[in-house]
């Protein structure tokens, strides 16, 4: 497209021109921050974090977040995972940390670009290797956008703030939902023990427990089948059952870790996302960071 056939208020700009990539690297042991995230943090076109880890969940160098700048998983981002920092914290190594150039784009704006089929529909192509996909910030800086003005920009920011501000108030209100069933299933199970004299049983004196185990990563032989393999990331709050994962192993994979059948009980065991649970509604299996529960 010429500059001639460029709609008013647009025009073609390299992403390197209208973002800038910070690559400051922390010890997870030696920084006062007290807020890690991880990509296991990030929800899918969600700008908000809702939950983190702390630096002492992880080792080995990490990126350093001040607040507002952009976190945008550069692993696997057909996930579409990019979220905007709310404090200063450590990030995965596995991300980009970006922020806007002031001079091509107005405050807010760029996570919203971000988010946009256009650009994640480019990162995924850019994307680089087969288990692990992986963007490389000279290409993705050299990667050429259709872009609005900053006048343009102006009007189209709060349209774009209100559609988001409607969806976190749609998710608050779906974890107060969530949350009052919890409190109604947990009042009626203790009333039930209290009236009936109802006996309690060690948990695994009525279900066998497994822990799951990860296939060695970079044996292909392992991965890309047909079988699902999920991690904490993979368990939702808003479903009670799951059939699919991030990644699917092989037959081969499977000799690997515990196959858990369907109708088992996945619980997480570790980390950040300690007792999320689902039911697993087809036979799959886990990383170690979850414990099933197989009657």
């Known amino acids: 497209m010429t500059e001639q056939q460029l709609p008013e208020g647009w025009q073609m700009v390299k992403f390197g021109d209208i973002a800038k990539h910070i690559s400051k690297r922390v010890e997870p042991s030696e920084t006062d921050l007290k807020i890690y995230v991880g990509l296991e943090h990030l929800d899918p076109d969600s700008l908000k974090i809702k939950r983190h880890g702390v630096p002492a969940d992880v080792e080995g160098q990490k990126l350093l977040v001040k607040k507002g700048q952009i976190i945008f998983g550069k692993r696997r981002a057909y996930q579409r995972k990019v ?36 650009f994640m529909n480019r990162a995924v192509a850019i994307s680089e290797g087969s288990l692990s ?8 800086a050299e990667q050429v956008f259709l872009f609005p003005s900053k006048n343009r920009q102006l009007k189209m920011l709060p349209i774009l703030s209100s559609c988001n501000l409607a969806s976190l108030k749609n998710d608050a209100a779906l974890e107060s939902l969530l949350f009052f069933r919890k409190v109604i299933f947990r009042e009626h199970i203790s009333k039930l023990i209290i009236r009936h004299n109802v006996s309690r049983e060690k948990l695994g004196d009525v279900c066998r427990i497994s822990t799951g185990k990860t296939p060695p990563p970079n ?24 059939n699919s994962g991030e990644r699917n192993i092989t037959h081969k994979g499977l000799e690997k870790t515990p196959s858990v059948p369907k109708g088992s009980v996945l619980l997480t065991c570790i980390g950040s996302t300690i007792g999320k649970a689902a039911i697993a509604s087809c036979d799959l299996s886990t990383n170690q960071q979850i414990n099933s529960l197989i009657c």
């Open 133 to 140: 996909p992986t963007i490389k910030w000279k290409v993705l």
């Open 83 to 118: 979220a905007v920092a709310d404090w200063d914290c450590i990030c995965s190594a596995h991300a980009m940390v970006l922020e806007e150039n002031s001079k091509m784009v107005i405050p807010g704006f760029l996570p919203f670009f971000m988010q946009s089929d256009i």
């Open 219 to 242: 044996e292909r032989e392992y991965w890309e089948g047909d079988i699902p393999f999920i991690t904490p990331g993979d368990i939702s709050s808003d479903s009670l059952y799951i």
